[in-house]
């Protein structure tokens, strides 16, 4: 792995390499990379997977297999722009199947605990319209939303 730029480290449990090959199914411009294994004297089994490098959308990440002792939380999310409304019912789809969690305005969980923030094109134009009124017509709109309906979100900013 290079030295210079930014890799995000997911800490799994005991997932990091079912997670990776999820992620990696899920985004284009993607791909499993090195994959690490615990050696004898570890805080985990001898030969189990401690690392899995991978790509995700162009993405650097690491999945570590670290123990119980830590689990996502919506302090930090992860954001995917979709060109249209397709991706954003791909996106929630792949991202909620399996046990992940829809959440308000956009927000979801995944299965892993992962969490996601599924935008699409536009949405930030239209609630921070310099017009307060449509501002304030498209993020009731948003806000009124799990999975975000970006042709509703653009009638409410029209006041339709």
């Given at each position: 792995m290079?030295?210079?730029?930014f890799t995000t480290?997911l800490w799994?449990?005991?997932q990091?390499?079912?997670a990776?090959h999820?992620y990696?199914s899920?985004f284009?411009?993607?791909?499993?990379?090195r994959?690490?294994?615990y050696g004898?004297?570890?805080?985990?089994p001898?030969?189990?997977v401690?690392?899995?490098?991978f790509?995700?959308?162009?993405?650097?990440?690491v999945?570590l297999?670290g123990g119980?002792?830590?689990?996502?939380n919506?302090?930090?999310?992860?954001?995917?722009?979709c060109?249209?409304?397709q991706e954003?019912d791909?996106?929630w789809?792949?991202?909620?199947e399996?046990g992940?969690?829809?959440g308000?305005?956009?927000?979801?969980?995944?299965k892993y605990?992962?969490?996601w923030?599924?935008?699409p094109e536009?949405?930030v134009?239209?609630?921070?319209?310099?017009?307060?009124?449509?501002?304030a017509?498209a993020t009731?709109?948003?806000?009124?939303?799990?999975k975000?309906?970006?042709?509703?979100v653009?009638?409410a900013h029209a006041?339709e």
């Amino acid at each position: 792995m290079a030295t210079d730029g930014f890799t995000t480290c997911l800490w799994f449990e005991d997932q990091a390499e079912e997670a990776a090959h999820h992620y990696v199914s899920i985004f284009k411009n993607s791909r499993i990379g090195r994959l690490a294994r615990y050696g004898e004297g570890a805080l985990r089994p001898a030969g189990s997977v401690m690392t899995v490098e991978f790509t995700a959308n162009g993405q650097k990440f690491v999945a570590l297999n670290g123990g119980p002792q830590f689990k996502f939380n919506e302090a930090v999310s992860f954001q995917i722009f979709c060109a249209d409304q397709q991706e954003v019912d791909h996106y929630w789809a792949r991202l909620t199947e399996g046990g992940g969690e829809p959440g308000p305005c956009g927000w979801l969980k995944d299965k892993y605990g992962v969490s996601w923030q599924v935008v699409p094109e536009g949405l930030v134009e239209l609630v921070t319209d310099p017009d307060p009124e449509k501002a304030a017509r498209a993020t009731r709109a948003m806000m009124s939303m799990g999975k975000l309906d970006i042709a509703a979100v653009r009638e409410a900013h029209a006041g339709e």
